[in-house]
């Protein structure tokens, strides 16, 4: 079946380093594929998304394009804040077919100031 | 901002008791979701919901559990008797629908501890 791998974390940074947290994907169809990032004591909210491939889904200074090529949807960040230490996780919907989420494991991130 | 909401934050039970949590999904919204996260894996899909019956469910879906939307605003997941490897956390969410590309909301999730 379909599933998602990401890079096992924590990943610790310094304040303005810059961020890659790798992604992959297994898919049989043609996914849309997101990133929802947790902060503590919150939800999951969606960070970005793509929905096809080449697209780059962009928000709060992250990006990630979508790579059928390599399945891939690494998050990148050019310089990180204090305030972006959060659980952020890689996942994928199929909604063809259905429209539950695939998530990865999460990345747990922390930026030191 | 409309959120998704989840009551309570925190449930601690006896292993064969039953439990019942609820969520209030975004207002608009027509299908609705469980996952769960058992400490250190991953996030699981359990259950979809739309037009007042089950769209899909996973294998962990088993006869112990149940999703019910007793009014117009609540969404309840029950598991009728607890097991321990029942301990997890537990999320729901809301998507409006009518496109292919909507958007899941969840909330904040509820940590259940079976003793």
Known sequence: GDSVTQMEGPVTLSEEAFLTINCTYTATGYPSLFWYVQYPGEGLQLLLKATKAD???SNKGFEA?????????HLEKGSVQ???????????????????????????????? | ???????PSHQVTQMGQEVILRCVPISN???????????????EFLVSFYNNEISEKSEIFDDQFSVERPDGSNFTLKIR???????????CASRAGGGSTDTQY?????RLTVL
């Open chain 1, 55 to 57: 697209d780059k889904g």
């Open chain 1, 65 to 73: 394009t979508y790579r059928k090529e390599t399945t891939s949807f």
């Open chain 1, 82 to 113: 204090v305030s972006d230490s959060a659980v952020y996780f890689c996942a994928l919907s199929d909604l063809v077919r259905d429209d539950k989420i695939i998530f990865g494991k999460g990345t747990r991130l922390h930026i030191l100031p």
């Open chain 2, 1 to 7: 901002e409309p959120e998704v909401t989840q009551t």
């Open chain 2, 29 to 43: 919204h027509l299908y609705f979701y469980w996952y769960r996260q058992i400490l250190g894996q991953k996030v």
């Open chain 2, 81 to 91: 008797s607890t097991k321990l490897e029942d301990s997890a956390m537990y999320f």
């Open chain 2, 106 to 110: 969840f909330g904040p999730g509820t």
